[in-house]
């Protein structure tokens, strides 16, 4: 399977725990990107992230939320001392380019939850 | 501000039955790009098709087909001769330029519901 891979699919953490997903692109995209799927609502940006750089996290909590993209491995999206209100579905995208007309596409999503 | 509102929270229809997504949108570019993704009950969001602002010549692939509408801002999705496998969630998306990058702005989706 050559597409966006999520890991893990599901993942419960208690409160005041460290979070870690991880997303590795499509082979040939080099662009990544976080959204997030709060209950009952549509998915919103968090970070745009290329090898080694994050060029946009406009969208990303300013506290206890990080994203990377190492050289080499997946991106990984880390969320410290983990809070209810993270219960949400983070879905990662990759592209080849950056372009408007370019589609995003996407992975299987990591439902995190937490208790 | 760019915008994207699909004002049907929830759809329920019988199989065979036509049915059409509504996607309104908003934007201050003269070209722009727009994007409908299904999401099943599995979860996972599956890229259907992208309609760029200066084509509006309609779209048909097998039983989906897309009608854009520059003069009413709306790209709307039908689905027709529905069947249990479309039962899914629909999000319209438009893209947006933004420090360096792209991101998609997503409507809070259609929630299709096709009974056998």
């Known amino acids: 399977n050559a597409g966006v891979m999520q890991n893990p699919r599901h993942l419960v953490r208690r409160r005041g725990q460290e979070a870690r997903l991880r997303c590795s692109p499509m082979k040939g995209h080099s662009h990544v990107y976080w959204y997030r799927q709060l209950p009952e609502e549509g998915l919103k940006f968090m970070v745009y992230l290329q090898k080694e750089n994050i060029i946009d996290e406009s969208g990303m909590p300013k506290e206890r939320f990080s994203a990377e993209f190492p050289k080499e491995g997946p991106s990984i999206l880390r969320i410290q001392q983990v809070v209810r209100g993270d219960s949400a579905a983070y879905f990662c995208a990759s592209s080849p380019e950056v372009a408007r007309y370019q589609p995003q596409h996407f992975g299987d999503g990591t439902r995190l939850s937490i208790l | ?116």
């Open chain 2, 1 to 116: 501000a760019q915008k994207v509102t699909q004002a049907q929270t929830e759809i329920s229809v019988v199989e065979k039955e036509d049915v059409t997504l509504d996607c309104v949108y908003e934007t201050r570019d003269t070209t722009y790009y727009l994007f409908w993704y299904k999401q099943p009950p599995s979860g996972e969001l599956v890229f259907l098709i992208r309609r760029n602002s200066f084509d509006e010549q309609n779209e048909i692939s097998g039983r989906y087909s897309w009608n854009f509408q520059k003069s009413t801002s709306s790209f709307n999705f039908t689905i027709t001769a529905s069947q249990v496998v479309d039962s899914a969630v629909y999000f319209c998306a438009l893209s947006e330029a933004q420090n360096q990058g792209v991101k998609l702005i997503f409507g809070q989706g259609t929630e299709l519901s096709v009974k056998p």
